[in-house]
């Protein structure tokens, strides 16, 4: 019960912003979330909180909004961080793989030496709408020897199927919508 009413408070912190970035796109803003320490700290508890016992080498964070809640996963774990980005926004040699998602297509790349054969990694990110970019980021983390523990969102959009396409990972979310 304690669980639940803590994502309760972080799902009614949420707010919703239709139309946004395009036309029929509900959109579900974080921002008050991160906003507020209480929240931000609660989120990021709730998130190592299931990972603390598990055997994690890294945590693999999607580009951009995923960074905040990889990067406090990791710290809190101990764990390196791996960054998956946008096309061209990462310096050394890259893996890349494209995908689409409910506006538009993207590609994005990981650095070749990011993640060694036999790794354990969560692949995080802040939504999961379509799975779109985890779909593509696990598939880069596969190609390079790495295993996909489990893909962690703070929010998944249910009626978009993303949980489906990510399959046969595991997935994690701590707010449904």
């Not at 036309?23 to 320490?37: A, H, Q, V, W, Y």
């Not at 061209?88 to 494209?98: A, D, H, Q, R, V």
């Amino acid at each position: 019960m304690l669980l639940k009413s803590a994502t309760d408070r972080l799902k009614n912190a949420v707010r919703t912003i239709p139309d946004f970035p395009e036309p029929g796109i509900l959109f579900r803003d974080i921002s008050p979330i991160l906003t507020d320490g209480q929240l931000f700290r609660l989120s990021s508890t709730i998130l190592s909180e299931r990972y603390q016992r598990k055997p994690v080498d890294a945590v693999v964070a999607i580009d951009a909004r995923g960074f905040i809640f990889g990067s406090t996963l990791a710290y809190i774990l101990g764990v390196g961080l791996v960054l998956v980005r946008k096309k061209g926004k990462l310096p050394f040699s890259t893996i890349e793989s494209s995908y689409r998602l409910e506006y538009g297509t993207n590609t994005l790349q990981m650095h070749t030496d990011a993640i060694r054969p036999g790794q354990r990694v969560v692949v995080v990110d802040d939504v999961l709408a379509t799975g779109g970019t985890l779909v593509a980021t696990c598939d880069m983390v596969r190609r390079l020897g790495g295993e996909v523990l489990e893909v962690a969102v703070l929010i998944e959009l249910e009626a978009l199927g993303g949980r489906n396409r990510v399959a046969p990972f595991p997935v994690f979310s701590v707010i449904q919508y």
